[in-house]
């Protein structure tokens, strides 16, 4: 029996990949026979059904296991292939344009697809928004399927027999999909609310990142309007109304709630990482380390006074080989130009390039090409204008075209 | 003021055998009543005369509070908080799955109340129209239309009401499956005394498994989770246990007369009388609109009867005649 449960799980992730909804299909023995049946003949013309079928049975005990499991049988079988090389996870330029929000689940889904220890490169898009079907970032490119946001991401990767969570029990399973919509309601509308409701941050940060890749007319009108929808979202979820404390306050509890499920283990579920612990570290790490004005500053200082928190943190940046510091507090550059501005005018050391001090700890990248992109998009870039560097016909940009291959210019 | 006063919970009417049909003030009160504190309940038809216009209202002494986390950190502060013997990850637990079901829930169950067309026409629309009072009744369910489309909007971005309803419903159904498994065989989710997530629980779902919706997709769903179902039974039962039997009562009465008179149409005597109606308005209606285009005119005027000529008092003109029709307030 324990060989048609196996295989009735691949056909119902099978089946919840392939038309993309979560409808589980209730596989009887029945439906499966027809099934292998029809596959077998796609598979060899020669034999005749019976004699396949009959070798198959009687092998059934023994290695059907892990006939099913093998990459290259499933492929000719399933139709699917196991994991190819060439996946790309598309994302918003880093240094200059990604926010907070989308840092965490960009943040998040990279350091799943690395703790499944599957190959993907890294594509920085300005347009990645756009670009994605569901109009979040990031998605991932594989094959023909593009797919979105972190759960249809695990339900992908999990319809190709890579699973996190194959040791929990149903209970454990449950709990993990709990606490993940903790983290993503209370921790995820915060960093929404911070980002495009509190004013401060929404004028000098949010506004000019947002508006970064965009030309002039343009830069004001997309960023009020992305603004009008995430408020928009947020009114009809109540967080709109919220007071700053207020907010503080949840996400102080939603916190400890988190750092007490942990308690003095390694991992929230056992030995091994899950979805859980990528969603949490993608959240956890992107405010501590995404610099803001005072408002973000008072979220890390939440995060930051949790111990328990902070240590699991480290312990999946030694996992996903990210090296950054978060222990001190990060200031925006416009926060410090303004306050140097109050204290002494004049003082030539403060340039734009200062909050980028945290960074010069050399980051592990993966790809050096797109490390590259993004150095010189920086470089050649005064006030955060990239759009300039990417479309504009400057010397800068024949070299950086030159530099850099051709595709990843292309939109 | 002393803990002895008597809170006061105003909330909407209850119906189906639970105290309250909204799903806020189920929250408020459930939690209330495992709070052990006296309450006394305010039936309100009307939010627009409360403070906020919204229900529920729950007022004590000075402190008047609109919703749930209030109530929940005051009873804190009183320290009659139901969570009191809960160890600080069941309290994480209890946390979290608040949020969950609050997240995936929710939107189903707005969806289901207000916006799926056989409920809101057949169940929803009709019971708040009737209990509000007149001209408000107009007003607030539209209203509640509204508020609901906005949170469903707010939870998916897809087109298509197949698609919406997709999400929704597997959104809704993952989270009863995961209620299901955490609160096992136990009486409660955290043993055997009740808790505020039973409480935010017992409000998602006995709506859900009281009202007779026209359209019970997710009702059947949340059948099939016994002991879901064995919770909010348990909790009527022994917490509301006066709305449960009067209720009861209320069926086994129906019961019986519905048994006396099953065969005969209850719309019967009024057939008649309706058609009449009917067809008088129309006739009326139709007379009216041929003398105002002048198909029919009371002719000559009243000058000329007077004058004694024998004349039609009513002429019918003649349909060809289009120059009249067309203007028809043309006297030759």
Redesign the interface.
């Known amino acids: 029996m324990k060989n048609s449960s196996n295989l009735d799980k691949k056909d119902k992730s099978l089946s919840s990949c392939s038309n993309n909804?979560?409808?589980s299909i209730e596989s009887s023995n029945v439906s499966l026979e027809i099934d292998v049946e029809a596959k077998l003949k796609s598979f060899s013309g020669t034999n005749t059904l019976e004699q396949i079928k009959k070798e198959l049975l009687k092998n059934w005990d023994t290695n059907s296991v892990a006939f099913l499991n093998g990459g290259d049988v499933e492929s000719v079988w399933l139709g699917k292939e196991p994991w190819p090389d060439d996946v790309k996870l598309y994302q918003p330029y880093e240094t200059e344009q990604i926010l907070l929000p989308d840092m965490a689940n960009c943040l998040a889904v990279q350091a799943f697809l690395k703790m499944c220890q599957l190959d993907f490169t890294v594509q920085y898009k300005a347009n990645a928004e756009d670009m994605s079907p569901?109009?979040r970032v990031p998605f991932i490119k594989c094959g023909a399927c593009l797919v979105s946001d972190l759960e249809p991401i695990t339900n992908f990767v999990a319809s190709k027999g890579v699973s996190l969570t194959d040791h929990l029990d149903?209970?454990q399973r449950?709990?993990m999909?709990?606490?993940m919509?903790?983290v993503?309601?209370?921790l995820g509308n915060a960093e929404n609310y911070i980002t495009w409701v509190e004013n401060e941050t929404y004028s000098n940060v949010t506004k000019p990142r947002y508006g970064s890749v965009h030309p002039f007319p343009l830069n004001h009108i997309l960023s009020f309007l992305k603004r009008q929808s995430v408020t928009?979202?947020l009114?009809?979820?109540g967080w709109y109304r919220k007071s700053l404390d207020k907010v503080y306050e949840e996400v102080e509890?939603?916190c400890?709630?988190?750092s007490?499920?942990l308690?003095k283990e390694r991992f929230f579920f056992g030995e091994n990482p899950t979805e859980l612990d990528a969603l949490v570290f993608g959240n956890i790490f992107s405010i501590l380390t995404v610099p803001g004005f005072p408002p973000g500053l008072k979220l890390a200082d939440i995060v930051r006074n949790n111990k328990t928190l902070m240590r699991h943190c480290r312990q999946i940046m030694n996992l996903v080989a990210i090296k950054d510091n978060i222990e001190n507090p990060v200031l925006h550059k416009a926060f410090i130009r303004q306050n140097a501005q109050k204290e002494a005018v004049g003082d030539s050391d403060l340039d734009e390039f200062v909050y980028e001090e945290s960074d010069d700890e050399d980051k592990l990248w993966k790809d050096e090409t797109t490390q590259q992109i993004q150095d010189y998009s920086c470089l050649v870039n005064d006030e955060n204008m990239i759009y300039d560097s990417l479309f504009g016909k400057t010397p800068q940009d024949m070299e950086l075209g030159a530099i850099s291959d051709p595709e990843s210019q292309l939109y | 003021m002393s803990l002895n006063h008597p809170m006061i919970v105003e909330v909407w009417p209850g119906d189906w055998g639970l105290p309250s049909v909204d799903l806020e003030c189920l929250k408020i009160l459930a939690l209330v009543k495992f709070s052990g504190k006296e309450f006394k309940i305010k039936v309100c038809k009307n939010p627009y005369w409360t403070p906020k216009s919204t229900l529920p209202v729950v007022s004590h002494g000075k402190h008047v509070f609109h919703d749930y986390d209030e109530v929940m950190s005051y009873l804190r502060i009183k320290n009659v908080s139901p969570d009191h013997g809960l160890s600080t990850v069941e309290e994480a637990d209890c946390l979290a799955y608040t949020y969950m079901v609050k997240e995936k829930l929710f939107p189903a169950l707005q969806y289901i109340w207000w916006l799926d067309e056989k409920n809101y026409a057949g169940l929803t629309r009709p019971w708040y129209c009737k209990v509000i009072p007149f001209p408000f009744n107009f007003y607030y369910p539209q209203r509640f239309v509204s508020d609901a489309k906005k949170t469903v909007e707010a939870v998916c971005e897809t087109e298509t009401i197949s698609e919406i309803e997709n999400k929704l419903y597997s959104d809704a159904e993952k989270c009863l499956t995961s209620l299901s498994v955490k609160l096992g065989e136990k009486d409660f989710m955290f043993g055997s005394h009740p808790t505020s997530l039973d409480a935010v629980v017992f409000a998602y779902l006995a709506p859900l498994l009281k009202a007779p919706f026209k359209n019970p997709i997710l009702q059947n769903h949340l059948k099939s989770c016994t002991n879901l179902q064995k919770l909010v039974s348990r909790i009527c039962q022994r917490y509301f246990p006066l709305d449960y039997q009067a209720f009861e009562h209320k069926r086994k009465n129906e019961g019986i007369k519905s048994n006396l008179s099953s065969d005969v149409d209850s719309d019967y005597p009024h057939k008649t009388r309706n058609t009449i109606v009917a067809a008088l308005i129309a006739t009326f209606a139709m007379t009216g609109y041929a003398f105002m285009v002048g198909l029919v005119q009371s002719f000559p005027p009243w000058p000329l009867a007077i004058l004694g000529e024998p004349i039609p008092t009513v002429h019918l003109k003649l349909l060809w005649d289009w120059s009249r029709m067309r203007n028809p307030h043309k006297r030759e």
């Open positions: 909804s979560n409808l569901s109009g149903p209970a449950s709990d999909r709990t606490y919509s903790l993503n309601t209370v928009k979202r009114n009809a979820l509890r939603a400890n709630a988190l007490e499920r308690g």
